[in-house]
């Protein structure tokens, strides 16, 4: 949840076996539709804290999803714009008592400015975990906020809960071929039901990114 503290810390460890298979069609260069299945075993090894004890399960996932993506450069992009929707089953078939299914939407979009030695990027994402009555959402398999790609004041995986939203902007000023300055600003947060969800969590920050192509 988002009202954790740091001192409500817990160490465990997961080690699982997972088997995937995949395919993907390609009706046009810039649109993917995507399905999967797999297999996968976690085992959770609880080392301390106030996590559930030990435990171990069979899931087999499923996913559907549909991109659209248009950046010129996918690691480095420009301009152009992703869009990501995805829906997925995760079965749990040792008991059935973590069985969910989840829905992501994905948005990204990025704008160059003075002839692309400024480039706007805007990103946006949601998750949406749905269960039955009796149902629940294994921790280890909950959305988190938090690290590199999230929230960027905050440790890996720092919020975790059923649902996450998250809004990034960020504006990068190619100061040399292979290296940019960058502002940013993030704001999200995680809750146990959708509708709860905000960005009441943030972080801001500048920094130098190294690239290529």
Known sequence: ????????????????????????????????????????????THVSGALAPADQRTFVPIELSLTI??????????????LRGAGARYDDRTSGLNSFKRYEGEAAGFVPIAGGRVVLALHGWLVRSDTR????????????????NTLRSYVDYRFHDDNMLL?????????????DFAVFADAGNVAARASDLDLAKRSYGTGLRFHTR
């Open 167 to 179: 809004a990034q902007a960020e504006v990068r000023l190619a100061l040399m071929t292979h290296m």
């Open 69 to 82: 993506d248009t950046r010129d450069f996918p690691n480095h992009p420009t301009s152009g714009v992703l």
């Open 1 to 44: 949840g988002s009202n954790t503290t740091t001192d409500m810390h817990s160490a465990y460890g997961v080690k699982s076996t997972q088997l995937t298979a995949y395919a993907t069609l390609r009706p046009f260069g810039w649109m993917d539709i995507g399905g999967q299945i797999g297999w996968t075993n976690p085992e959770v």
């Open 133 to 148: 009555d009796g149902q629940t959402v294994p921790f280890y398999l909950q959305p988190s906020l938090g690290g590199v």
